[in-house]
């Protein structure tokens, strides 16, 4: 809108003989309430006008109207100047830009991004908190690529340390040479079994204990199956052949899991980094921060870092026995990715649990004067609840991703059964439809909140056909591809004269898809693009019940409605996909 910010700037001058700037006008989206599109905050006009703001708005208002010939008509409330912009401005801004190929589409800016998502740890299936963070990382990352940005999607795989080596032990100990193919379980599903397992026959022991008169921590320590775990976790750093052998066995089985889960759950990485390849970096970086007087040794020879003056505190960055800590390894993991990549910006999506630890990893590359720090963000979201409670992964009740996926096609397939109208689909073809729509709603749903917010996933309401939900959306394009379908061949010849209202809004919507994108990525909030695409879906809802299409008065304007209806159909296409969610042509 900057043809409004010239002519304003000229309507003060001429006005009010004042010059002032571009950053000066403040434009707004006109409320709904009121006429017009595009509003003009005329409140700190008032200081050299010397009139109210209602009549400085009245004033610029009718200069405006006077001069620009894009402008329709103005109505001043209080402090605020709404403009009614042209039809012939929004019909050459849908025929100029929307219903152009690539619409939507920057153009590469030259900057490389890494998105790092999901880092699972390989002793248990990913869990609602993980579908919450693949879906975040993955739409991210197609957000960025929309916005003109060069992306490497990664996955930072925890494979290692005494939570693995529980896994392996307790099958060691009770798994009778189970494998997936004999249990017929997946990889990561049978490994996540002896987790669970362990905590429960560990937990025995701890009573057992408690009851001889030990303390909890006494108890917790001398555990047999404890000490086991550290002895194995000790064989393997020392490269023990029988331990390394079944830990490989072992993290087959849960990788096989993964891919498995990630394929239905359509999210992809294009690296993956392994904490067991990457545990022993870092320490380079420790000695390079001694040196340069960033970290200090303490008496019993650990290093650490005084953040107190940053206002945190002072943090651990190696064991005085030389053994690293989670921050030794982030620090060189950082290092590691810029080295392969160079990225200029690095995102971790990561739960806000990690919130301390990021602002620490991301203030010591800074004071260790690495230049690429700058880059560096952390994703935070909250956790996802569902109505039944808190997810407890170590005593079984972990609201595993597989089992909500099914349950999620399940649902969609419950809810369409239930409906008065009947779907007009063959058996084979419902079985495609529903993971579209039962998949589509999970992710919608997950993913129009915004990521710092703690929500509540209910699968019902997530479902729904009507509402602030991804069928929603599913079923406006599929209705959309329905009247393209019964509309034939057309061929966009003359525009009219005019718009009807919700033409015109409909035209204003998806002519703020770009703007959308670009929000989203600036933010790193796919809830933006979320939201955007519903106020589509129901402005062409609108249009579409207020608005006859296929008989509409002539055949310019039937051919003009279509083509309106299949620029409307690209745009939710293509808003769905950056959020990792399909569209179906039928419903």
């Known amino acids: 809108m900057d043809f409004i910010i010239d002519a304003t700037l000229q309507a003060v001058a001429q006005l009010y003989q004042t010059q002032i700037t571009a950053q000066d006008v403040n434009l707004q989206q006109t409320r709904k309430e009121f006429d017009g599109q595009v509003t003009i905050v005329t409140f700190p006009f008032t200081r050299f006008s010397k009139k109210s703001p209602e009549q400085t708005g009245n004033e610029i208002g009718a200069y405006l109207e006077a001069n620009v010939p894009e402008i329709a008509g103005f109505n ?42 999901s880092s699972p740890n390989t002793n248990k299936p990913l869990h609602l908190g993980h579908v919450r963070n693949n879906l975040l990382g993955y739409a991210v990352a197609g957000i960025l690529d929309a916005a003109g940005y060069e992306v490497i999607k990664t996955n930072l795989v925890n494979d290692r340390g005494i939570h693995i080596c529980k896994s392996m032990l307790a099958w060691q100990l009770f798994g009778n040479g189970e494998t997936p193919e004999s249990a017929q379980m997946k990889g990561d599903h049978l490994v996540g079994k ?18 001889q008169g030990m303390t909890e921590e006494e108890a917790k320590k001398h555990a047999p199956l404890m000490k086991q775990a550290q002895q194995m976790l000790q064989k393997w750093e020392a490269g023990d052949e029988q331990v390394i052998e079944l830990w490989k066995t072992m993290n087959t089985w849960v990788y096989d899991g993964f891919a498995k889960t990630y394929k239905k759950l359509g999210v992809n990485f294009d690296k993956f980094y392994y904490e067991s390849n990457t545990y022993l970096l870092g320490k380079d970086i420790i ?27 002072q943090k651990l960055v190696l064991r005085g026995d030389g053994t690293s800590v989670y921050i030794t ?65 170590r005593e079984g009740t ?23 109208k009947k779907l007009d689909l063959t ?8 993971p579209v729509i039962g998949l589509g709603a999970l ?13 509540l996933f209910d699968p019902n309401e997530s479902i729904e056909l009507q509402g602030h939900t991804g069928p929603f959306i599913q079923y406006t394009h599929a209705r959309i591809k329905s009247v393209l379908s019964r509309g034939g061949e057309h061929q966009l010849a003359q525009l009219p004269a005019e718009l009807d209202a919700v033409e015109r809004d409909l035209i204003i919507v998806l002519s703020q898809y770009p703007e959308a994108i670009a929000a989203a990525a600036k933010e790193f909030n796919p ?25 509409a008065e002539t055949e310019d304007l039937k051919s003009f409605r279509l083509q309106l209806s299949k620029s409307t159909a690209q745009i939710i296409a293509q808003s769905m996909q950056l959020l990792g969610i399909q569209v179906p042509e039928r419903m």
Not at 89 to 115: I, S
Not at 427 to 434: A, G, I, N, S, T
Not at 446 to 453: G, H, Q, S, T, Y
């Open 398 to 420: 972990v609201v595993d991703a597989d089992d909500l996926m099914d349950s999620m096609v399940e649902t969609a397939e419950e809810y369409f059964d239930k409906q008065e």
């Open 443 to 455: 992710k919608y749903f997950l993913l129009k909140v915004d990521a710092k917010k703690r929500l």
């Open 194 to 211: 002896y987790y669970v397992i362990f905590d429960k026959e560990y937990k025995k022991e701890v009573e057992a204990r408690l009851a």
């Open 427 to 434: 058996e084979e073809e419902k079985q495609v439809l529903f």
């Open 329 to 393: 390894q982030d620090l060189g993991t950082a290092q590691l990715k810029y080295n392969d990549f160079g990225m200029d910006e690095s995102i971790y999506v990561v739960g806000n649990e990690q919130d301390y630890h990021f602002k620490v990893l991301f203030l010591i590359l800074q004071k260790l004067g690495k230049n690429w720090a700058q880059g560096l963000y952390h994703l935070s979201y909250g956790m996802v609840d569902l109505p039944s409670g808190k997810m407890k992964s």
């Open 76 to 117: 001043t409330v209080k402090g605020f100047l709404n403009i009614s912009i042209a039809d012939n401005y929004w019909l050459k801004v849908y025929q100029n830009t929307v219903a152009q190929p690539g619409f939507g589409v920057a153009p590469k800016n030259g900057k490389k991004v890494m998105v790092e998502y």
């Open 527 to 551: 809830a933006t693009v979320a939201n955007y695409t519903y106020e589509v879906a129901k402005a062409y809802n609108k249009f579409y019940h207020e608005k006859s299409i296929l008989q």
């Open 287 to 313: 000695e390079e921060g001694l040196e340069k007087g960033v970290f200090f040794k303490k008496d019993d020879g650990s290093v650490w870092i005084d953040l107190t003056a940053d206002g945190l505190d």
